[in-house]
Protein backbone atom coordinates (compact mmCIF):
# COMPACT_ATOMS: atom_id res chain seq x y z
CA UNK A 1 0.00 0.00 0.00
CA UNK A 2 2.81 2.34 1.15
CA UNK A 3 4.62 1.27 -1.94
CA UNK A 4 2.05 1.83 -4.36
CA UNK A 5 1.35 5.52 -3.05
CA UNK A 6 5.19 6.48 -3.44
CA UNK A 7 5.28 4.89 -6.58
CA UNK A 8 2.23 7.01 -7.96
CA UNK A 9 3.96 10.32 -6.40
CA UNK A 10 7.31 9.42 -7.94
CA UNK A 11 5.46 8.85 -11.02
CA UNK A 12 3.51 12.64 -10.45
CA UNK A 13 6.38 14.38 -10.20
CA UNK A 14 8.32 12.72 -13.09
CA UNK A 15 5.04 13.51 -15.57
CA UNK A 16 5.21 17.28 -14.05
CA UNK A 17 8.97 18.04 -13.90
CA UNK A 18 8.66 16.26 -18.07
CA UNK A 19 6.02 18.99 -18.26
CA UNK A 20 7.96 21.73 -17.26
CA UNK A 21 11.05 20.56 -18.99
CA UNK A 22 8.74 20.31 -22.47
CA UNK A 23 7.29 23.52 -21.46
CA UNK A 24 10.35 24.98 -20.98
CA UNK A 25 11.61 23.62 -24.07
CA UNK A 26 9.22 25.18 -26.46
CA UNK A 27 9.71 28.94 -24.62
CA UNK A 28 13.56 28.61 -25.42
CA UNK A 29 13.00 27.12 -28.89
CA UNK A 30 10.84 29.51 -29.78
CA UNK A 31 12.85 31.71 -32.60
CA UNK A 32 13.94 35.04 -32.01
CA UNK A 33 13.20 38.07 -33.98
CA UNK A 34 15.27 38.40 -37.09
CA UNK A 35 16.38 41.73 -39.30
CA UNK A 36 18.15 42.48 -42.56
CA UNK A 37 19.58 45.66 -43.15
CA UNK A 38 21.87 46.73 -46.35
CA UNK A 39 24.03 49.01 -48.52
CA UNK A 40 24.99 49.65 -52.32
CA UNK A 41 26.55 52.45 -51.81
CA UNK A 42 27.12 56.20 -50.41
CA UNK A 43 27.34 59.85 -52.24
CA UNK A 44 26.22 62.65 -54.28
CA UNK A 45 22.97 61.52 -55.61
CA UNK A 46 20.69 63.75 -56.49
CA UNK A 47 16.91 62.01 -58.12
CA UNK A 48 17.32 64.08 -61.31
CA UNK A 49 20.24 61.93 -62.03
CA UNK A 50 17.44 58.86 -62.09
CA UNK A 51 15.13 57.98 -64.87
CA UNK A 52 12.03 55.87 -63.41
CA UNK A 53 13.51 52.61 -65.50
CA UNK A 54 17.23 53.30 -63.80
CA UNK A 55 15.85 53.94 -60.06
CA UNK A 56 13.20 50.85 -60.58
CA UNK A 57 16.46 48.64 -61.60
CA UNK A 58 18.31 50.15 -58.29
CA UNK A 59 15.01 48.80 -55.97
CA UNK A 60 14.70 45.94 -57.89
CA UNK A 61 17.91 44.60 -56.89
CA UNK A 62 18.38 45.96 -53.48
CA UNK A 63 14.61 44.54 -53.22
CA UNK A 64 15.97 41.31 -54.25
CA UNK A 65 19.15 40.99 -51.99
CA UNK A 66 17.13 41.92 -49.43
CA UNK A 67 14.95 38.97 -49.53
CA UNK A 68 16.83 36.37 -50.41
CA UNK A 69 18.76 37.52 -46.92
CA UNK A 70 15.47 37.34 -45.19
CA UNK A 71 14.25 34.12 -46.44
CA UNK A 72 17.34 32.88 -45.58
CA UNK A 73 17.03 34.39 -41.95
CA UNK A 74 13.09 33.01 -41.90
CA UNK A 75 14.81 29.33 -41.89
CA UNK A 76 16.44 29.32 -38.80
CA UNK A 77 19.75 29.30 -40.82
CA UNK A 78 23.48 31.07 -39.24
CA UNK A 79 23.09 35.08 -40.36
CA UNK A 80 26.72 34.47 -42.02
CA UNK A 81 24.94 32.40 -44.82
CA UNK A 82 22.38 35.58 -45.06
CA UNK A 83 24.89 37.80 -45.47
CA UNK A 84 26.99 35.99 -48.01
CA UNK A 85 23.72 34.90 -50.58
CA UNK A 86 22.28 38.62 -50.27
CA UNK A 87 26.01 40.04 -51.12
CA UNK A 88 26.39 37.87 -54.06
CA UNK A 89 23.47 39.12 -55.42
CA UNK A 90 24.90 42.45 -55.71
CA UNK A 91 28.25 41.42 -56.45
CA UNK A 92 26.84 39.68 -59.31
CA UNK A 93 25.16 43.16 -60.33
CA UNK A 94 27.09 45.61 -62.47
CA UNK A 95 25.24 48.15 -60.81
CA UNK A 96 27.26 48.13 -57.67
CA UNK A 97 31.15 48.91 -57.01
CA UNK A 98 31.35 45.15 -56.31
CA UNK A 99 32.28 42.07 -58.35
CA UNK A 100 30.97 42.31 -61.56
CA UNK A 101 31.20 46.76 -61.77
CA UNK A 102 33.67 47.49 -59.88
CA UNK A 103 35.76 50.38 -60.28
CA UNK A 104 39.16 50.43 -62.21
CA UNK A 105 42.27 51.39 -60.58
CA UNK A 106 44.95 53.66 -62.39
CA UNK A 107 46.28 51.38 -64.37
CA UNK A 108 42.68 50.08 -65.71
CA UNK A 109 42.25 46.45 -63.70
CA UNK A 110 39.92 46.00 -60.91
CA UNK A 111 41.38 45.01 -57.51
CA UNK A 112 38.59 43.45 -55.09
CA UNK A 113 38.49 43.74 -51.25
CA UNK A 114 36.23 42.15 -48.89
CA UNK A 115 35.27 41.21 -45.33
CA UNK A 116 32.61 38.66 -42.95
CA UNK A 117 32.37 39.04 -39.10
CA UNK A 118 30.45 37.26 -37.08
CA UNK A 119 29.34 38.55 -33.69
CA UNK A 120 29.16 35.54 -31.46
CA UNK A 121 32.72 34.54 -31.86
CA UNK A 122 34.24 37.19 -33.03
CA UNK A 123 35.40 35.60 -35.60
CA UNK A 124 36.39 37.30 -39.15
CA UNK A 125 37.89 36.93 -42.41
CA UNK A 126 39.04 39.44 -45.09
CA UNK A 127 40.60 39.34 -48.65
CA UNK A 128 41.94 42.80 -50.18
CA UNK A 129 43.56 42.95 -53.40
CA UNK A 130 42.47 40.22 -55.34
CA UNK A 131 41.84 40.41 -59.34
CA UNK A 132 40.28 37.06 -60.03
CA UNK A 133 37.62 35.98 -57.47
CA UNK A 134 34.21 36.30 -58.87
CA UNK A 135 32.78 36.65 -55.91
CA UNK A 136 34.78 37.54 -52.73
CA UNK A 137 32.69 37.49 -49.92
CA UNK A 138 33.19 33.81 -50.25
CA UNK A 139 36.78 34.23 -50.26
CA UNK A 140 36.44 36.57 -47.33
CA UNK A 141 33.61 33.68 -45.78
CA UNK A 142 36.45 30.65 -46.89
CA UNK A 143 39.14 32.79 -44.72
CA UNK A 144 36.59 33.45 -41.18
CA UNK A 145 35.54 30.14 -41.30
CA UNK A 146 38.80 27.95 -42.58
CA UNK A 147 41.76 29.81 -41.70
CA UNK A 148 43.95 31.01 -38.40
CA UNK A 149 44.51 34.05 -40.38
CA UNK A 150 42.18 37.34 -40.14
CA UNK A 151 42.94 39.12 -43.67
CA UNK A 152 44.71 37.78 -46.83
CA UNK A 153 46.14 39.85 -49.80
CA UNK A 154 46.90 39.70 -52.82
CA UNK A 155 48.32 36.35 -54.96
CA UNK A 156 48.02 34.31 -51.52
CA UNK A 157 44.61 34.99 -50.96
CA UNK A 158 43.81 33.82 -54.52
CA UNK A 159 45.61 30.85 -54.10
CA UNK A 160 43.87 30.58 -50.64
CA UNK A 161 40.81 30.33 -52.23
CA UNK A 162 41.74 28.36 -54.96
CA UNK A 163 41.94 25.22 -51.90
CA UNK A 164 38.11 25.96 -51.50
CA UNK A 165 37.01 25.81 -55.36
CA UNK A 166 36.25 29.53 -55.46
CA UNK A 167 35.14 30.53 -58.68
CA UNK A 168 37.77 32.62 -60.48
CA UNK A 169 37.75 34.74 -63.34
CA UNK A 170 39.59 36.63 -65.95
CA UNK A 171 39.79 40.66 -64.70
CA UNK A 172 38.26 41.75 -67.37
CA UNK A 173 35.10 39.69 -66.36
CA UNK A 174 34.25 42.50 -63.79
CA UNK A 175 34.66 45.48 -66.68
CA UNK A 176 31.70 47.75 -67.55
CA UNK A 177 31.38 51.03 -69.92
CA UNK A 178 30.12 53.22 -66.82
CA UNK A 179 32.92 52.52 -65.27
CA UNK A 180 35.60 53.15 -67.38
CA UNK A 181 34.31 56.06 -68.44
CA UNK A 182 34.15 57.16 -64.39
CA UNK A 183 38.64 56.31 -64.48
CA UNK A 184 38.64 58.42 -67.56
CA UNK A 185 37.18 61.38 -65.76
CA UNK A 186 39.01 61.00 -62.47
CA UNK A 187 42.47 60.74 -64.64
CA UNK A 188 41.67 63.65 -66.24
CA UNK A 189 40.94 65.71 -62.72
CA UNK A 190 43.95 63.79 -61.23
CA UNK A 191 45.95 65.68 -63.84
CA UNK A 192 44.36 68.81 -63.82
CA UNK A 193 44.73 68.37 -59.17
CA UNK A 194 48.66 67.51 -60.66
CA UNK A 195 48.41 64.92 -57.74
CA UNK A 196 49.38 61.79 -56.97
CA UNK A 197 46.03 60.62 -56.03
CA UNK A 198 42.33 61.05 -57.12
CA UNK A 199 41.50 63.23 -54.30
CA UNK A 200 37.25 63.83 -54.21
CA UNK A 201 35.74 60.87 -54.67
CA UNK A 202 31.98 61.74 -54.35
CA UNK A 203 30.30 58.55 -55.10
CA UNK A 204 30.88 54.94 -53.82
CA UNK A 205 28.82 52.44 -54.82
CA UNK A 206 30.30 49.16 -52.19
CA UNK A 207 27.98 47.14 -50.80
CA UNK A 208 27.35 45.77 -47.43
CA UNK A 209 24.74 43.87 -45.39
CA UNK A 210 23.98 43.37 -41.64
CA UNK A 211 21.65 41.28 -40.15
CA UNK A 212 20.17 39.48 -36.69
CA UNK A 213 19.46 35.62 -36.91
CA UNK A 214 16.96 33.88 -35.09
CA UNK A 215 19.95 32.62 -32.39
CA UNK A 216 20.86 35.99 -32.28
CA UNK A 217 24.14 36.37 -33.78
CA UNK A 218 24.74 39.37 -35.06
CA UNK A 219 26.38 39.63 -38.55
CA UNK A 220 28.42 41.92 -41.60
CA UNK A 221 30.19 41.76 -44.84
CA UNK A 222 31.33 44.03 -47.16
CA UNK A 223 32.43 43.91 -50.38
CA UNK A 224 33.96 46.36 -52.73
CA UNK A 225 35.97 47.69 -56.04
CA UNK A 226 37.79 50.35 -53.27
CA UNK A 227 38.15 53.86 -54.94
CA UNK A 228 38.04 54.65 -58.83
CA UNK A 229 41.74 55.57 -59.90
CA UNK A 230 42.98 53.51 -56.67
CA UNK A 231 46.70 52.92 -56.84
CA UNK A 232 50.01 51.75 -55.16
CA UNK A 233 47.93 48.62 -54.12
CA UNK A 234 45.75 51.14 -52.35
CA UNK A 235 43.64 49.64 -49.67
CA UNK A 236 40.26 50.83 -48.23
CA UNK A 237 38.16 50.36 -45.18
CA UNK A 238 36.12 47.51 -46.61
CA UNK A 239 38.08 44.71 -45.87
CA UNK A 240 39.44 46.03 -42.37
CA UNK A 241 37.70 45.19 -39.51
CA UNK A 242 36.43 48.08 -37.35
CA UNK A 243 36.80 50.43 -40.02
CA UNK A 244 34.53 48.57 -42.74
CA UNK A 245 32.89 45.86 -41.19
CA UNK A 246 32.16 44.64 -37.28
CA UNK A 247 30.15 42.42 -35.27
CA UNK A 248 29.01 41.50 -31.35
CA UNK A 249 26.73 40.08 -30.64
CA UNK A 250 26.58 42.40 -27.45
CA UNK A 251 26.27 45.44 -29.13
CA UNK A 252 26.08 45.85 -33.29
CA UNK A 253 26.57 44.41 -36.75
CA UNK A 254 27.78 47.27 -39.03
CA UNK A 255 28.94 48.14 -42.44
CA UNK A 256 30.11 51.20 -44.11
CA UNK A 257 30.68 52.70 -47.35
CA UNK A 258 32.37 56.01 -48.23
CA UNK A 259 35.41 57.38 -48.24
CA UNK A 260 38.16 54.37 -46.79
CA UNK A 261 40.47 56.55 -44.95
CA UNK A 262 38.50 58.56 -42.80
CA UNK A 263 36.74 55.20 -41.90
CA UNK A 264 39.89 53.43 -40.98
CA UNK A 265 41.43 56.81 -38.86
CA UNK A 266 38.12 57.09 -37.19
CA UNK A 267 37.40 52.91 -36.71
CA UNK A 268 33.88 53.64 -37.90
CA UNK A 269 32.17 50.61 -37.59
CA UNK A 270 33.69 49.52 -34.32
CA UNK A 271 33.56 52.67 -33.04
CA UNK A 272 29.53 52.84 -33.22
CA UNK A 273 29.34 49.30 -31.36
CA UNK A 274 31.72 50.56 -28.55
CA UNK A 275 29.50 53.63 -28.48
CA UNK A 276 26.25 51.43 -27.63
CA UNK A 277 28.66 48.83 -24.80
CA UNK A 278 30.47 52.07 -23.26
CA UNK A 279 27.95 55.06 -23.09
CA UNK A 280 24.75 53.01 -23.50
CA UNK A 281 23.86 54.73 -26.23
CA UNK A 282 20.75 53.27 -28.31
CA UNK A 283 21.72 51.94 -31.96
CA UNK A 284 20.27 54.47 -33.65
CA UNK A 285 21.97 57.70 -31.31
CA UNK A 286 26.05 55.85 -31.97
CA UNK A 287 25.23 55.55 -35.35
CA UNK A 288 24.29 58.87 -35.89
CA UNK A 289 26.67 60.19 -33.49
CA UNK A 290 29.50 58.66 -35.45
CA UNK A 291 28.34 59.37 -38.78
CA UNK A 292 26.66 62.71 -38.75
CA UNK A 293 29.27 64.27 -36.27
CA UNK A 294 32.42 62.64 -35.70
CA UNK A 295 32.84 62.02 -39.41
CA UNK A 296 31.26 65.70 -40.92
CA UNK A 297 33.64 67.09 -38.05
CA UNK A 298 36.45 65.20 -40.24
CA UNK A 299 35.24 65.90 -43.58
CA UNK A 300 34.55 62.44 -44.07
CA UNK A 301 31.83 61.37 -46.95
CA UNK A 302 29.97 57.88 -46.33
CA UNK A 303 27.57 56.37 -44.40
CA UNK A 304 26.70 52.73 -42.58
CA UNK A 305 23.98 50.11 -42.24
CA UNK A 306 23.61 48.73 -38.75
CA UNK A 307 21.15 45.96 -36.60
CA UNK A 308 21.81 45.41 -32.98
CA UNK A 309 20.45 42.41 -30.92
CA UNK A 310 16.55 43.48 -30.72
CA UNK A 311 16.46 43.74 -34.48
CA UNK A 312 16.60 47.55 -34.53
CA UNK A 313 17.72 49.17 -37.90
CA UNK A 314 19.71 52.01 -38.44
CA UNK A 315 21.21 53.57 -41.62
CA UNK A 316 22.59 57.07 -41.44
CA UNK A 317 24.77 58.85 -43.87
CA UNK A 318 26.20 62.02 -44.48
CA UNK A 319 26.01 62.24 -48.02
CA UNK A 320 23.08 63.42 -50.16
CA UNK A 321 22.12 59.43 -51.27
CA UNK A 322 22.72 55.63 -50.09
CA UNK A 323 21.34 52.89 -52.09
CA UNK A 324 19.76 51.18 -48.82
CA UNK A 325 17.05 48.71 -47.65
CA UNK A 326 16.32 46.65 -44.75
CA UNK A 327 13.41 44.77 -42.95
CA UNK A 328 13.37 44.92 -39.04
CA UNK A 329 12.12 42.97 -36.36
CA UNK A 330 8.73 44.22 -36.53
CA UNK A 331 8.87 43.13 -40.63
CA UNK A 332 8.83 47.11 -41.63
CA UNK A 333 10.52 46.95 -45.04
CA UNK A 334 12.21 50.02 -46.52
CA UNK A 335 13.72 50.72 -49.64
CA UNK A 336 15.55 54.03 -50.63
CA UNK A 337 18.07 56.01 -51.92
CA UNK A 338 17.78 60.03 -51.01
CA UNK A 339 16.84 61.57 -47.55
N1 LIG B 1 34.69 52.46 -48.70
C1 LIG B 1 35.18 52.03 -49.98
C2 LIG B 1 36.68 52.26 -50.03
O1 LIG B 1 37.14 53.27 -49.56
C3 LIG B 1 34.55 52.74 -51.12
C4 LIG B 1 33.04 52.66 -51.16
O2 LIG B 1 32.38 52.70 -50.12
O3 LIG B 1 32.49 52.56 -52.27
O4 LIG B 1 37.36 51.45 -50.59
Redesign the pocket.
Known sequence: MFTKSVLSSVFALLLFSSCFTWANQIETSKPGPIAIALHG?AGTLSPQQFTPERKAQYYAKLSEALEAGYRILQTGADGQEAVVAAIMILENSPLF?AGVGAVYTFDAEHEL?ASIMHGKTREAGAIAGVKHIKNPILAAQAVMNHSVHVMLSGDGAETFAEQFAIERVDNSHFNTERRLQSLHKAKARIKRQASLNYQHPEK???VGVVVLDQLGNLVAGTS?G??TAKRFGRI???PIIGA?TFADNASCAVS?????EY?IRYQVASDICKRMTYQNLSLAEAADEVINRVLVDAGGD?GIVAVDAQGNVAMPFNTTGMYRASIDANGVKTVAIFE
Open positions: GNDFGTTGMGDSGATGHGFG
